[in-house]
């Protein structure tokens, strides 16, 4: 079945710390992929977008993201996580010819001060 | 630009009334999304428009449920005899795309949350 997979549900992650959350997809083609943050209350802010070219995308925030291909995969990154970064992260695939986004569960961001 | 407003923000309701949420999208955008979010999960796709056709509508839109876009620039969602599963956030995004393509941006909405009793 098509999915759209985030491991991780919570993380927890000391201030100053790296980051990586995980995403994969199980589509056909190369998808279009995306990470959006959501903080309580509030809607989602597109983080990075990836269509094509350089498999290394850089967001904002200070955050950047890896499509690699051979593991279907699309993992977000940061090198020094701030406490303003406690969210909760969404990756999402637009299949290839599909208009539609498909999101993953989430993970939810907790850093420790 | 205010970017993508929805309204109400709450709405609290009883089982089997009617309620119906409004999206203003970005003024230039010619797509918009409907998606319904619970807790713990990542947005479920419920419908889109493109300017005011409505292209696809998911198979967890029941027949309670209905979405309209008349002029090409606000929607309606409209959920009729409400149950307590519908109680989620819907989500409202607009995007700007040229032909079909599915390289576009959403910008979200805040949601509009919906409990029912």
């Known amino acids: 079945a098509q999915s759209v997979t985030q491991p991780d549900i919570h993380i927890t992650v000391s201030e100053g710390a790296s980051l990586e959350l995980r995403c994969n997809y199980s589509y056909g083609a190369t998808p279009y992929l995306f990470w959006y943050v959501q903080s309580p209350g509030q809607g989602l802010q597109l983080l990075l977008k990836y269509f094509s070219g350089d498999t290394l995308v850089q967001g904002i925030k200070g955050f950047e993201a890896e499509f690699k291909r051979s593991q279907s995969s699309f993992n977000l990154r940061k090198p020094s996580v701030h406490w303003s970064d406690a969210a909760e992260y969404f990756c999402?695939?637009?299949?290839?010819?599909?208009?539609?986004?498909?999101f993953g569960s989430g993970t939810k961001l907790n850093v420790k001060p | 630009d205010t970017g993508v407003s929805q309204n109400p923000r709450h709405k609290i309701t009883k089982r089997g009334q009617n309620v119906t949420f409004r999206c203003d999208p970005i003024?230039?955008?010619?797509?918009l999304y409907w998606y319904r979010q619970t807790l713990g999960q990542g947005p479920e796709f419920l419908t889109y428009f493109q300017n005011e056709a409505q292209l696809e509508k998911s198979r967890l839109l029941s027949d309670r449920f209905s979405a309209e876009r008349p002029k090409g620039s606000f929607s309606t969602l409209e959920i009729q005899r409400t149950e307590q599963g519908d109680s989620a956030m819907y989500l409202c995004?607009?995007?700007?795309?040229?032909?079909?393509?599915?390289?576009?941006?959403?910008?979200f909405g805040a949601g509009s949350r919906l409990t029912v009793l």
């Open positions: 995004a607009s995007s700007l795309v040229s032909g079909d393509s599915g390289a576009n941006v959403l910008t």
């Open positions: 999402a695939v637009v299949p290839y010819n599909f208009n539609k986004f498909y």
């Open positions: 003024s230039e955008h010619n797509r």
